[in-house]
């Protein structure tokens, strides 16, 4: 089993920042891709922010220029540095992790979701 367990969420102001950050843990073998999306009221789920595992991202237009994603392969934990928030940043962030299982099956793990509030 493997579990990806997020903190960093909160109320801020417009133009303010968050960082969020994610760590994995469980029976790993390897990690593939990690990311961040966010959920929105009334909204799909959609795609912030992608890493590999070679450092390659991409992001959502939307956020490019005010968020950066990162990771740090040594602690299985991904990051998003959120800057210049907007009130449309406002939803529930979901951590995604494609992870290779110690019994080397394929796996897409989910987050519990952590709620961004941008607010005055």
């Known amino acids: 089993q493997v579990q990806l367990v997020e903190s960093g969420g909160g109320l801020v102001q417009p133009g303010g920042s968050l960082r969020l950050s994610c760590a994995a843990s469980?029976?790993?073998?390897?990690?593939?891709?990690m990311g961040w999306y966010r959920q929105a009221p009334g909204n799909v789920r959609e795609l912030v922010a992608r890493?590999?595992?070679?450092?390659?991202?991409n992001y959502a237009d939307s956020v490019k220029g005010r968020f950066t994603i990162s990771r740090d392969n040594a602690k299985n934990t991904v990051y998003l540095q959120m800057n210049s928030l907007k009130p449309e940043d406002t939803a529930v962030y979901y951590c995604y992790a494609g992870v290779v299982a110690l019994t080397y099956s394929n796996l897409d793990v989910w987050g519990q979701g952590t709620l961004v509030t941008v607010s005055s």
């Open positions: 469980g029976s790993i073998f390897s990690i593939n891709a």
């Open positions: 890493i590999t595992s070679g450092g390659s991202t």
